[in-house]
């Protein structure tokens, strides 16, 4: 006769996998995947944030033009992001994902390369003997059609050093599709997007996020869709870290994930105000923490509601309230609302050409 304690802890098991699609784990595999998912969120968004400083400002100085998202834009992106991911959801429910992911995958090969390019270039330069490398003059690359510019790339030897690398990390995700490959490319989108990405004003982000807040809710609580494509879609557009790490180390593959977007979409907006505070010529950054400490706390919240309900959760439901809630609150409290959401990073000719 069998042990009824182990006949107990079978039967435990076989209801979470039910319950949740995957198989249960260990309490302390738990702690230490959604740990590592905690860091991968929270360290994307410090880094991100400050590299678009430089890159605004290196922007500016060079005289290139850095693309915001327009009044327009914000209202439009989540019905387009709902068209996408509804369209991916059907190809997958109703034709084959192998096929979707072979041509998704060799997307992102590329475009994970170069993200993880402009990643790791700073990195190369701190070799010693790199900077033997260094050139003042950039090469150039230019795919234009008479005035009309098409593509415009300036690089140095150290970013040749660094796309290799690169490239080898990227056949290394197209062949194997191994989670650490799929992290590393995507922390390089999640950086790059937290860099670049320019909301354009705080009014932007507040409206952006808001809508957000209920795309995620309706696709999460309200249909199967957004579940389906994020375990059936082979891409990095998720982190991932195995809850059976402790088990079975860098072979686990009983996942806990979260998406890229609830670490981009809150980035660009506390990276946005890291530069308001940086504006106000203060030497303070008091809203990039207080926005960076409330996405700490936001997710810290979705990891224990997911941890107690044992179900996939929105995220941006617990994100956004504390992402622009919080910051806004305190504004009221330091007489700073109206220049915080007065604050607009357009040009006046940007501003015709949004007219």
């Known amino acids: 006769m069998e042990d009824p304690v182990v006949m107990e802890e079978v039967v435990s098991e076989e209801i979470a996998k039910n319950m949740t699609g995957r198989a249960a784990a260990t309490s302390e595999g738990l702690a230490l995947a959604y740990f590592s998912l905690f860091m991968m969120a929270v360290l994307p968004i410090f880094w991100g944030s400050f590299r678009s400083v430089t890159y605004h400002k290196t922007s500016k100085e060079n005289g290139e033009k850095i693309e915001k998202m327009t009044t327009k834009d914000v209202y439009m992106f989540p019905l387009m992001a709902s068209g996408m991911l509804f369209g991916i959801y059907c190809i997958v429910k109703y ?4 096929h979707l992911n072979l041509v998704v995958g060799s997307y992102f090969f590329l475009v994970g390369t170069l993200a993880l390019t402009a990643i790791l270039r700073p990195v190369v330069g701190l070799v010693p003997g790199s900077s033997l490398l260094l050139d003042e003059n950039l090469y150039h690359f230019k795919f234009n059609k008479g005035t009309m510019v098409y593509f415009e790339c300036k690089f140095d030897l150290l970013h040749v050093v660094a796309l290799v690398f690169s490239a080898a990390f990227g056949v290394f995700y197209l062949l194997k599709k191994h989670w650490l490959a799929n992290n590393l490319f995507g922390l390089a989108f999640s950086i790059n997007g937290i860099e670049m990405i320019s909301l354009g004003s705080v ?11 209920f795309y995620d809710i309706f696709w999460v609580f309200g249909t199967e869709v957004m579940v389906m494509v994020a375990k059936n879609l082979d891409a990095p557009i998720k982190v991932l870290f195995p809850m059976d790490f402790i088990e079975n180390g ?6 806990a994930m979260l998406g890229l977007g609830d670490i981009v979409l809150p980035g660009v907006f506390i990276a946005l105000l890291l530069r308001y505070d940086l504006s106000k010529g203060e030497g303070s950054h008091f809203y990039f923490y207080v926005g960076f400490v409330s996405y700490i706390l936001g997710l810290g919240l979705t990891i224990g509601i997911l941890t107690v309900f044992n179900a996939a959760q929105p995220a941006l439901l617990y994100l956004v309230p504390a992402c622009v809630g919080i910051p806004l609150a305190f504004s009221l409290v330091k007489g700073d609302f109206g220049s915080l959401f007065a604050y607009d990073e357009e040009t006046p000719e940007d501003e015709k050409k949004e007219q």
């Open 95 to 98: 034709l084959s994902a192998e």
């Open 203 to 213: 009014k932007n982000g507040c409206i952006l996020l808001s809508l957000l807040f």
């Open 250 to 255: 860098v072979f686990g593959s009983n996942f």
